[in-house]
């Protein structure tokens, strides 16, 4: 088992920023790849950012890529998301998620999630 907490979210004006972390415990983490995912009321949850276990790969959504940066320091079982030029559209619940095998981009493949953090931007 892998348990996940993620914090780091709140409330912050269009263009601002927040930094995100998760934190897991249980299993050997660096055996994991991770992602972040959202979710908006009313809307199916989306892939943000994953990375590898290694931490030697990174992959984005369209949605974000140059405003957020993901990275992982596997010392201290943690993955971040730094959120840069925030938007509206970015509201939403974000997890974390770790998976060993399958698709990076699917939510459908990985094992453990997080209970979530809310991110809430103001126009």
């Known amino acids: 088992q892998v348990q996940l907490v993620e914090s780091g979210g709140g409330l912050v004006q269009s263009g601002g920023s927040l930094r995100l972390s998760c934190v897991a415990s249980?299993?050997?983490?660096?055996?994991?790849?991770v992602g972040w995912f959202r979710q908006a009321p009313g809307k199916e949850r989306e892939f943000v950012a994953g990375?590898?276990?290694?931490?030697?790969?990174?992959y984005y959504a369209d949605s974000v890529k140059g405003r957020f940066t993901i990275s992982r320091d596997n010392a201290k079982n943690t993955v971040y998301l730094q959120m840069n030029s925030l938007k509206p559209e970015d509201t939403a619940v974000y997890y974390c998620?770790?998976?060993?095998?399958?698709?990076?981009?699917?939510?459908?493949?990985?094992?453990?999630w997080g209970q979530g953090t809310q991110v809430t931007v103001s126009s």
């Open positions: 249980g299993r050997t983490f660096s055996n994991y790849a």
């Open positions: 998620a770790a998976r060993n095998t399958g698709g990076i981009y699917s939510p459908l493949f990985y094992n453990y």
């Open positions: 990375v590898t276990s290694n931490a030697v790969t990174t």
